[in-house]
């Protein structure tokens, strides 16, 4: 089965660029595709302002408290970032981006010149793609791959996305077609 993007605004080369800057978010997010690109976000904003708290990073990103805790208790748990209490606060915890997130991230903004916000901006478009749909890095790296290459197949799909079971890489290309972000061109083909 052949299935294309319903909208194809970027051209193959950003499209090139996009694969390769979601595969070192993945790597930054300890190899989980299964990760949402607002805790990638999340990651990026820590990443730009180190020792931040988590007050000031939901002043920044656009993510509510509880989801932010969510996603900091993965990102520490993952070893991605570190967490630093307070001199003058016990409560205060300042977050820092550390080892294979730090280095995974500044390869992904070297296709950004170096600027935080760039990426963080690239991010955001990815998710406002997708409406209210709550996108992967797998989800993205699926979109940017049929607009890599245009029309694929679903063992195109495959080849290019990370290790995991073919029953999740199904779901996450039959959940973008249910959401209307894929269409098949071969309605007859499974």
Known sequence: MAMQPIKQDDTAAKADAATIILDHLVAALGGEPGCTLRRAAVLVDIDENPATTKAD?????????SALTRDIEWLYDYGCITRTQGDNDGRTVSLHTCGYAKKNI???????????????NFLFSLINLFGQHKPTLRDAKIVAVIGQNGSVTRQQIFESLYNAPTT??????????NFGLLQREDKNDE
Request: charged content about 20%; aromatic content about 8%; glycine content about 0%.
């Open 57 to 65: 990073i939901m002043n920044r990103v656009d993510v509510n408290k």
């Open 106 to 120: 500044d390869l992904a903004l070297a296709y950004f010149d170096f600027n935080h916000k760039s990426l963080q």
């Open 168 to 177: 999740t890489q199904n779901r996450a290309v039959h959940n973008l077609i």
